[in-house]
């Protein structure tokens, strides 16, 4: 049982990370609460799904193809929706909001309510430990791995990387530098939505596809950014570990109320924020007077 | 026959992950899963424990898996997933083949429990026209004496007003699903009935 | 005759002087009259409905707009609201004018709950945290499906009223009274210091202004409203659902809010009046019935994208100016302000006016 809940709480722990971590970039940058956020991990979903099943592409062409197709969809979605409200904070809210929701009906009348399957893109299970793991969530595991460390590079190996960490730190002297700060947000929204699709193409064949895919995600990626700290990066990854391994546990610990486990990783939170209001690893940032 | 419940577990019906649940049922030891699962999950379940090779069978009821939607869903991973469903290709009455020939005819898919309805009405158009009233206290003692024969079954009511169950009446059918197919399997001595597999290991 | 004379004078020097406040008495009066002119039992039953969700969308604008908590679960309040109101009549078996308050006690108990616990949080974090305890109360709802239905809920729940007409009526005069009752709060000097805290807590303590107390009580009040909302409608539906604790519901009230305009309370009142009615009346349309979710949303972001503070005050500064001098409002085709006599129309009037923006 031990070793079930080490390896279960870790693979789910990667993709949340997926998740958390482009949301909560996307925060620190732009003070975007984008809760289109996992709206364009179901897009990602979808697209794979009509490359490889309906156009019968190649799973070495469609996923690439699905996650650069989104992610520049996003960066148009920024170009024509958010920037022009950037001013009004709540305005951009809810325009994520409604965007969520366009994008949902959108793939309800493309692809009518029913679910769908993706093929595994391998097959197979591995033993570990006596652990039961189909090859298909080692595969997730790994791409969480590569693309977190990929953004960690990119972050603090680069000079967009240092423009982004400048620009969360402080937008109004990284606008004053000489920075662009429009392109550097808008190059975070890429990197952003990119891991969103990149956590939506792997997941997509061990879950089911649907246009109401992205909200119970949405939530347990909410839970685990504020837990870890807003627009902390390791806060995010911390937080994600914690929330997969606390539905690990509440699955095995308390088998007649697995439905409960969405619960008990929200009061995780609570209790949490209870104790730091600021989250694990949030910086206490002076409001802006 | 002895049989020991080794669990129970609830997962959310949105559930879009059950792996946690399936590793401790596999730890449990459990040979049957007995679903009882309506909503996105039953996809979920289907499909991962077909992933894992798991040993149980998953029997029960699981409405997705009633649909002809189900295979596709799964990935194809879903084999020997068996559930209680209403409508097959088989002669539970003469009506069942004709009604599902020509429901497949129009909505281009197979009836699912949903489709049940259609004997309801037949049921209450004829004790309608039976009692010459559409008031209730009137079509009440009609209903409680009469004998349906319906697309699903013979439906005949008991003293709680519940319809008879068993076989020669009303009882469903069972289907397994088997290398894309939904196979009915249950009840016996039903023309059109297979036999039910199992994962040949 | 005296009382005739007084409500008349009234009403011309404090209403019919601005075009916003006649279009709301206007509005008023239609809904109480609509019913005798045309008593269709399907648009009374829709207007009930917006009735009642315009309660809780001015709710939580006394709780977001003003006092700056933007609350991202606020059906926490509607449902508890409904849940509480649904067994206190179902188990208790009491009548649904009492079992109202019940569930109406009971959301303020929850707002002093979740007010106690969001004490610290402040902007983007309260909103997250907010966003749980709905889902937290729906996992503790299922844990005991004998007591609440589990995922069914709690049905065949008696009606306040028999008659589309009677519930009409009880949701119009709860509605009207209700944001009247938060327009008054908000404007009063309770309201001046929930705008201070929204805009500098920090400055509002040192001036020796107690916050916390301050806070728990409009938390206290906002759910009040949520919760005598979400009692009645659940009495009205029959059926108190988990639907009322939906993270949906939750954003639902965030748009109607935003899209209406914030910290106004009439804003987000309007907004469901203009958008709840619209997206029933497109899904009767057979083309874009099942279309009517996308083009609710499309037509929010479209109308934020020209109205970026929401709807009702693009609308009224369209149709009234603020005097440069003492910033009372005036109907749009004013050359003077009716209070100060300062001009309105740039400089071409009264010597020495400020030019409007």
Redo the contacts between chains.
């Keep these: 049982?031990f070793q079930?809940?080490l390896i279960?709480g870790l693979?789910?722990g990667g993709v949340y990370a997926l998740l958390a971590v482009g949301f909560s970039l996307i925060?620190g940058v732009a003070r975007i609460?984008n809760?289109a956020h996992t709206a364009f991990y179901m897009l990602a979903a979808y697209c794979f799904y009509m490359l490889l099943v309906q156009y019968e592409l190649h799973f070495a062409i469609a996923a690439p193809l699905a996650v650069i197709a989104v992610t520049a969809f996003s960066v148009l979605c920024y170009r024509l929706?958010i920037e022009?409200?950037r001013?009004?904070e709540?305005?951009v809210?809810?325009?994520t909001?409604?965007?969520a929701?366009?994008f949902?009906?959108?793939m309800l009348?493309k692809f009518g309510g029913?679910?769908?399957?993706?093929?595994?893109t391998l097959d197979g299970?591995a033993v570990l430990a006596g652990?039961?793991i189909?090859y298909?969530?080692i595969l997730i595991l790994v791409v969480a791995a590569a693309a977190l460390i990929g953004t960690w590079l990119m972050l603090y190996k680069t000079r967009l990387g240092l423009a982004i960490r400048s620009t969360a730190n402080d937008l109004e002297v990284a606008n004053l530098m000489g920075m662009n700060v429009h392109r550097v947000a808008m190059a975070t929204v890429a990197i952003s939505v990119g891991l969103a699709s990149v956590a939506g193409v792997v997941v997509a064949?061990?879950?089911?596809v649907?246009p109401?895919?992205w909200?119970?995600?949405?939530?347990t990626m909410?839970?685990i950014?504020?837990l870890g700290g807003?627009g902390s990066l390791k806060g995010s990854l911390i937080g994600a570990l914690i929330i997969g391994y606390v539905?690990?546990i509440t699955?095995?610990a308390l088998?007649?109320?697995?439905?409960?486990?969405?619960?008990?990783a929200?009061?995780i939170?609570?209790v949490v924020?209870?104790a730091r209001?600021?989250?694990l690893f949030?910086v206490v940032f002076e409001?802006e007077? | 026959m002895k049989m020991d419940v080794v669990?129970?577990?609830?997962?959310?019906?949105?559930?879009?992950?059950v792996?946690?649940?399936l590793?401790?049922i596999?730890?449990a030891g459990a040979d049957i899963v007995f679903t009882l699962l309506s909503g996105?999950v039953g996809?979920?379940v289907g499909?991962?424990m077909g992933?894992?090779?798991m040993k149980a069978i998953a029997f029960g009821i699981n409405v997705?898996a009633q649909k002809d939607?189900f295979w596709?869903?799964?990935?194809?991973?879903a084999n020997y997933v068996a559930t209680i469903d209403t409508f097959a290709d088989v002669e539970m009455t003469p009506k069942t083949i004709p009604f599902q020939k020509a429901f497949k005819a129009r909505y281009k898919k197979s009836p699912i429990y949903t489709a049940g309805t259609y004997d309801a009405l037949h049921i209450i158009k004829d004790a309608i026209e039976k009692a010459g009233s559409t008031e209730s206290e009137k079509l009440v003692p009609v209903i409680e004496k009469m004998s349906h024969v319906g697309t699903a079954g013979t439906l005949e009511f008991d003293k709680r007003h519940d319809p008879v169950w068993g076989p020669g009446k009303s009882t469903g059918i069972a289907v397994q699903w088997q290398n894309g197919e939904q196979v009915p399997f249950w009840p016996p001595n039903v023309k059109g009935m297979k036999p039910f597999k199992m994962p040949g290991k | 005759m005296y009382l005739l004379k007084r409500a008349w004078s009234e009403i011309r020097n404090e209403i019919l002087v601005l075009p916003s406040r006649t279009l709301v008495l206007i509005w008023a009066v239609s809904l109480l009259l609509l019913p005798q002119v045309y008593g269709d039992a399907y648009v009374l039953r829709i207007l009930t409905m917006t009735c009642l969700l315009a309660i809780f969308a001015a709710s939580w604008d006394l709780l977001a707009g003003f006092a700056g908590q933007?609350n991202f679960g606020h059906a926490l309040f509607f449902g508890g609201g409904a849940y509480a109101s649904a067994m206190a009549s179902q188990k208790l078996g009491l009548s649904p004018w009492i079992t109202v308050w019940i569930g109406a006690a009971a959301a303020t108990l929850l707002g002093l709950i979740v007010g106690y616990?969001c004490l610290?949080?402040?902007?983007?974090?309260l909103?997250?945290?907010t966003?749980?305890?709905p889902?937290?109360l729906?996992?503790?709802l299922?844990?005991f499906p004998e007591a609440s239905g589990g995922e069914l809920g709690i049905s065949g729940l008696k009606r306040l009223a028999v008659s589309p007409t009677d519930n009409y009526y009880i949701a119009v005069v709860l509605m009207l009274v209700s944001v009247f009752a938060m327009w008054k709060i908000s404007d009063s000097k309770f309201g001046l210091v929930l705008h201070a805290i929204r805009d500098?807590e920090v400055a509002v303590r040192a001036s020796g202004i107690n916050t916390t107390r301050y806070k728990l009580t409009v938390f206290a009040l906002s759910a009040l409203f949520a919760g005598i909302a979400g009692a009645v409608y659940a009495h009205y539906l029959r059926v108190a659902g988990p639907s009322t604790l939906e993270?949906?519901l939750s954003?639902q009230v965030?748009?109607w809010g935003?899209?209406g305009g914030?910290a106004t309370i009439y804003g987000p009142v309007v907004a469901v009046f203009v958008l709840y009615p619209l997206t029933e009346w497109m899904g009767s349309f057979k083309g874009i019935g099942?279309?009517r979710?996308?083009f609710?949303?499309?037509i929010?972001?479209l109308v934020?994208?020209f109205m970026?503070?929401g709807l009702t005050p693009w609308v009224r500064d369209k149709i009234e100016t603020v005097c440069p001098r003492c910033k009372q409002r005036n109907g749009a085709w004013k050359s003077q302000c009716r209070l100060c006599g300062a001009g309105l129309k740039g400089v071409l009037t009264a010597p020495g006016a400020i030019a409007p923006r």
């Design positions: 049982m079930d809940i279960t693979v789910n925060f609460v809760i929706v022009p409200l001013e009004h709540s305005a809210l809810i325009a909001i409604a965007l929701l366009i949902q009906e959108a009348i029913n679910y769908l399957g993706i093929p595994s299970v652990v039961t189909p298909q969530r064949p061990v879950f089911v649907d109401l895919m909200l119970s995600p949405l939530v909410l839970a950014v504020v807003l539905e690990a699955v095995f088998p007649q109320g697995a439905f409960l486990k969405g619960a008990v929200l009061s939170m609570v924020l209870l209001p600021e989250g949030g409001e007077r | 669990g129970l577990w609830q997962p959310s019906p949105n559930a879009t992950d792996t946690a649940e590793s401790a596999d730890r996105p996809v979920v499909r991962q992933e894992r090779n997705e939607a596709q869903a799964t990935a194809g991973k | 933007v616990l610290r949080l402040r902007g983007s974090y909103s997250l945290a966003l749980a305890f889902l937290i729906i996992g503790m299922f844990a500098d993270t949906a954003f965030v748009i935003i899209f914030v099942e279309m979710l996308l609710f949303a499309i929010v972001l934020l994208l970026p503070r």
